[in-house]
């Protein structure tokens, strides 16, 4: 393991060291969640019984979940 971080340096220096993401095909939404999310921030989360004046990323994960989605939320 120390081996592969040692390349990693000698290779790219600190840039190197950086997280890298996993290879493979991007994640990517399905477009009826793209359509639906877009109709929603046109429209006030009070209109769904929220408590809040505007869009926020923990009412939307719960509002998608309420429709039956697995949201995860990624930082």
């Known amino acids: 393991m120390v081996r592969l971080w040692l ?8 840039e ?8 493979g095909r991007p994640e990517q939404k399905a477009p009826i969640i793209e359509t639906q999310l877009e109709e929603l921030l046109h429209q006030s989360p009070q209109d769904y019984g929220y408590q809040v004046t505007g869009w ?6 719960d509002w998608f979940a309420r429709q039956g989605f ?4 990624i930082r």
Request: aromatic content about 4%; proline content about 8%; glycine content about 8%.
């Open 7 to 14: 390349n990693r340096y000698i290779q790219d220096g600190v």
């Open 16 to 23: 190197g060291l950086r997280t890298r993401k996993p290879p």
């Open 56 to 61: 926020q990323i923990n009412v939307l994960k």
């Open 70 to 73: 697995h949201v995860v939320i």
